[in-house]
């Protein structure tokens, strides 16, 4: 039986950032011992927290799946201790893993970002107008154009079931 590596640690003082948006650093996903951290993206001028986590919850796992510059900031709000893994250790993982569950793993990674972009716009004083109108030119849409759009983005996601299932 193979003997399991101890994962590292690290800490982080009151108000230290661990890592920017933008940045290419270090793939690092942190899972919070102790403390909590400050999610954050700036739009404009202005700083839109995402969210305030704590104890046993995790970030930083976007840089682990996507090559891409991270996509928020997080910083230290108290004094904080991490385990910390790095991008190795999940691949070893994630390589044990069925095409599927890696498929989703990704695909959420997507759905966080996006989801992460409406609610930046929402902070910036997206207009209730221009949400309105948009949510009335789905209603809008013909039963037949929404059958192709739901299409599209079926094929947007989908995976080949050859990936899925074991032959």
């Known amino acids: ?76 709000l108290t004094y904080c201790e991490f385990q910390v893994i790095e991008a190795e250790a999940l691949e070893r993982l994630i390589d044990k893993s069925s095409p599927i569950v890696r498929y989703m793993l990704r695909t959420l990674i997507s759905m966080v970002k996006k989801k992460d972009e409406l609610v930046a716009r929402h902070a910036m004083g997206f207009s209730i107008i221009v949400a309105y109108a948009q949510l009335l030119e789905l209603a809008a849409v013909p039963e037949a154009s929404s059958g192709k759009m739901r299409r599209e983005r079926e094929a947007e996601v989908a995976l080949p079931i050859d990936d899925v299932v074991d032959a």
């Open 1 to 76: 039986m193979a003997q399991q590596q101890a994962l590292p640690t690290r800490t982080a003082a009151p108000g230290e950032t661990l890592f920017s948006e933008g940045a290419m650093g270090n793939p690092l996903m942190y899972v919070i011992k102790e403390g909590s951290v400050e999610i954050s993206i700036t739009r404009g001028e202005r700083k839109v927290v995402l969210s305030t986590l704590g104890r046993g919850q995790f970030f930083g796992e976007m840089a682990l799946l996507s090559t891409e510059p991270r996509s928020a900031t997080a910083k230290a």
